[in-house]
């Protein structure tokens, strides 16, 4: 079962951003995702956008690339500050992070 499959948005645009107030700076996130997230001068962690300019405003999302997905999912799980937060653009539900129902 892929991952679309197991959050039950298979073809559906997700977006991922971070809290950066949960944020531990382990950087867990860049290792598996880093065209998606990176470690600012400040030690937290930021969503990039599609210029690869890292988005610094509060709830800031960017796209989830689909051949990304795993690797952004993994970083959600993985992350010790339960900060990421992966949503549907639809209706912004989240369907991974700390906040999935």
Do not use: N
């Not at 956008?49 to 799980?77: F, H, N, Y």
């Not at 010790?80 to 989240?94: F, L, N």
């Amino acid at each position: 079962m892929s991952v679309q499959q197991e959050a039950g948005v298979e073809g559906e645009a997700l977006e991922v951003w971070i809290d950066q107030d949960l944020c531990t700076g382990d950087g867990i996130c860049a290792q598996y995702a880093p065209e998606v997230f990176e470690l600012d001068i400040d030690g937290l962690a930021y969503v990039k956008g599609a210029d690869d300019e890292l988005l610094q405003s509060p709830g800031a999302a960017t796209p989830v690339p689909l051949p990304l997905l795993t690797d952004v999912v993994d970083s959600v799980k993985e992350c010790p500050g339960e900060c990421i937060h992966v949503r549907r653009v639809s209706d912004r539900a989240e369907v991974f992070g700390p906040d999935a129902e």
